[in-house]
């Protein structure tokens, strides 16, 4: 666990535990971790004098008064204490960010609509000026809702860090791998992984494949949970074990720069002499983290019938009302597909929730042509959507034997509240005009006589 301070890179803790290296394993656990020996106090939180000269300091992710389970903090031992990393704001623009509410005029979000990935651009662009929003709901300021975005990045954040104080952030890679350097530690983010930002936390983003493209759901509202299992029981689904938070990492190092922060929707600069991430232990359970969606472990029916799709929820981020989600993360992994006399695809439906999704890699089986990786698509609340032509034909005549779902992984922000087109999603992105006559298609079966058609 002893390394020399080197003011250039990252120095970075060695995990005591779990099976990967620099990392954590657990869901909402009370970590503890230390870059330097001694460094982390034990038996309290706030000593008079801390090892190494450091400061003690607390990040809440929760009022103070929050129930126990829920209440949420993590105790930072830090080089500078964190108002040193910030001073005088200066607004600025990023005009691709959006915030709810942002209904436009003159933009009708009452549609099924679908897009092309977003090209990559040769603009330098960084994980933060390179956000594209597509859709907004809610209201930032009430904090309920979200945002869902697409990510275009050519550029390291260079002296450049960034914390949204509205949300917290669950970033989606879909191509080029991610180093996300945070407050807390290093998370290395590839595409079928996930990371979660608390809100507040500080990070920098690099790209060690130059590139990448991804998605990003801006969660206004309570924060990211895992779903009760009820009859599943203790196991299945996302694991706990499974999602890993980093080892505490720090650098000391001065410099020119800035802090970028998002606060109520709006973007603030402020200039800073010397790296943030300067925590070098801490202790608690406000924390980011990755998961591997390769490691979701799928149920489903086994005689007959296509359950609902909240059997393949992640995530989520519940409101106020039991049962009714502010976000679903919900993906669609490769699966097995043995019901008997069912049609096996996701049958036809309207709901009281609003589903926007992407295609992160292969073919989904409800739209086998025209949703590629890199895709999104909306059908908002009680709008009718489901399996295009080709997909309802082969399902409803194909040999009934068990079949392997492979090459496949698409996911849904799902969200009780409308989510409204920006203008970007409208004009800009690749919007596939045609999509709507995917279902032109369908024809009616019915003669009045009885018997399958």
Not at 200 to 207: C, D, H, P, T
């Amino acid at each position: 666990m002893n390394r020399q301070v080197d003011l250039e890179t990252l120095t970075r803790a060695k995990a005591h535990s779990g099976t990967t290296e620099g990392y954590m394993p657990g869901f909402g656990n009370d970590f503890e971790t230390e870059a330097l020996p001694g460094a982390l106090p034990q038996g309290r939180n706030s000593p008079q004098k801390c090892e190494y000269g450091l400061y003690a300091e607390q990040l809440s992710g929760t009022p103070f008064t929050a129930p126990r389970g829920q209440n949420e903090r993590t105790w930072c031992y830090r080089i500078r204490p964190s108002v040193k990393h910030v001073g005088r704001f200066s607004r600025i623009e990023m005009p691709y960010w959006k915030s709810a509410p942002c209904v436009e005029d003159h933009i009708q979000s009452l549609g099924q609509y679908r897009w092309n990935p977003v090209p990559m651009t040769d603009a330098p662009l960084t994980f933060v000026s390179g956000m594209r929003t597509m859709t907004t709901a809610g209201d930032v300021n009430t904090q309920v809702g979200m945002a869902a975005h697409i990510y275009l990045a050519t550029a390291d954040m260079e002296d450049e860090w960034f914390y949204s104080a509205d949300s917290e952030l669950m970033i989606v890679p879909q191509e080029g791998r991610l180093r996300i350097e945070t407050e807390l530690g290093l998370i290395e983010l590839e595409p079928l992984e996930i990371a979660i930002m608390p809100r507040g936390m500080l990070f920098a983003v690099k790209l060690p494949d130059g590139h990448a493209r991804g998605f990003v759901c801006e969660n206004y509202g309570m924060k990211f949970d895992m779903p009760g299992r009820g009859p599943i029981g203790a196991n299945c689904l996302a694991n706990p074990r499974d999602f890993k938070t980093p080892v505490a990492a720090f650098e000391d190092r001065a410099c020119e720069g800035r802090v970028i922060i998002k606060w109520c929707g709006q973007f603030h600069e402020t200039p800073i002499d010397h790296s943030p991430l300067d925590i070098v232990a801490w202790h608690g359970n406000y924390a980011p983290c990755k998961y591997d969606l390769r490691t979701f472990s799928p149920v489903g029916a086994i005689l007959f019938d296509h359950p609902d799709p909240s059997i393949f929820t992640v995530l989520t981020a519940p409101s106020g009302v039991e049962g009714t989600a502010n976000i679903d993360f919900v993906i669609f992994p490769e699966r097995w597909l043995p019901a008997e006399n069912t049609f096996r695809p996701p049958w036809y439906h309207k709901n009281i929730m609003s589903e926007l999704m992407g295609n992160i890699h292969g073919i989904y089986d409800a739209k086998p042509e025209g949703f590629v990786p890199g895709g999104m698509s909306l059908h908002n609340m009680m709008l009718p959507h489901g399996p295009d032509v080709e997909a309802f034909e082969k399902a409803s005549n194909e040999e009934q034997k068990p079949v392997k779902l492979t090459n496949t992984m698409s996911f849904m922000f799902e969200t009780r509240f409308p989510q409204h087109l920006t203008r970007f999603a409208a004009h800009e992105a690749p919007m596939q005009d045609d999509y709507i006559d995917c279902w032109a298609g369908l024809e009616k079966k019915f003669d009045g006589t009885p018997g399958v058609k």
